[in-house]
Antibody
Framework: VQLVESGGGLVQPGRSLRLSCAAS????????MHWVRQAPGKGLEWVSG????????GYADSVKGRFSISRDNAKNSLYLQMNSLRVEDTAFYYC??????????????WGQGTLVTVSS | EIVMTQSPATLSVSPGERATLSCRAS??????LAWYQQKPGQAPRLLIY???TRATGIPARFSGSGSGTEFTLTISSLQSEDFAVYYC????????FGQGTRVEIK
């Protein structure tokens, strides 16, 4: 099972960026997928999640209305479109698989992350 | 939003000693509590789910306990590779994380 994020970089406040996550080693379309971020030296924050066929989508209040999650099951890929970026969006962005071992789903595994830096 | 509070923020432990980390939820999360380990420059790795079940490949020196609002992660005999930051996460109602406990070498 492998998740590989890409698309991070340096961007000015107010601009946009699109992150991608390539999945392999499991049946991608069977799993809810998530984005989680971590500001440098800080804790973890769930950002967004999307169900198997994109019928159910959720966002953290901190990104609602600015970020958009999507997936392409044919390409085994997850995306995060980030618009109107703010300095406080600076973070490592991790892609994570949702999986239920017992009870509700949690995150396992995680990709290695991609760094988004928002600065003028 | 369920707020997760971890203590202590930093734990200084000698190799071979026991480490006990605490996590408290602002409301009951039943047993829907996970622990993750994160080493510098790496992604978080799942250690414990269901409050007390070790994930695949996790050594037996890691154990979890608790339910409702109070949880504990115990590392029975710290190895050099265990010095890291540990996060608890509730997945009972959306997903929220504690702020982390750093386990450092004493």
């Amino acid at each position: 099972v492998q998740l590989v994020e890409s698309g991070g970089g340096l961007v000015q406040p107010g601009r946009s960026l699109r992150l991608s996550c390539a999945a392999s080693g499991f049946t991608f379309e069977d799993h809810v997928m998530h984005w989680v971020r971590q500001a440098p030296g800080k804790g973890l924050e769930w950002v967004s999640g999307i169900s198997w066929k994109s019928g159910s989508i959720g966002y953290a209040d901190s990104v609602k209305g600015r970020f958009s999650i999507s997936r392409d099951n044919a390409k085994n890929s997850l995306y995060l479109q980030m618009n109107s970026l703010r300095v406080e969006d600076t973070a490592f962005y991790y892609c994570a698989r949702g999986i239920s071992y017992q009870g509700p789903a949690l995150f396992d595994p995680w990709g290695q992350g991609t760094l988004v830096t928002v600065s003028s | 939003e369920i707020v997760m509070t971890q203590s202590p923020a930093t734990l200084s432990v000698s190799p071979g000693e026991r480490a006990t980390l605490s996590c408290r939820a602002s409301q009951s999360v039943s047993s829907n509590l996970a622990w993750y380990q994160q080493k510098p420059g790496q992604a978080p790795r799942l250690l414990i789910y269901g409050a007390s079940t070790r994930a695949t490949g996790i050594p037996a020196r890691f154990s979890g306990s608790g339910s409702g609002t109070e949880f504990t992660l115990t590392i029975s005999s710290l190895q050099s590779e265990d010095f890291a930051v540990y996060y608890c996460q509730q997945y009972n109602n959306w997903w929220t994380f504690g702020q982390g406990t750093r386990v450092e070498i004493k």
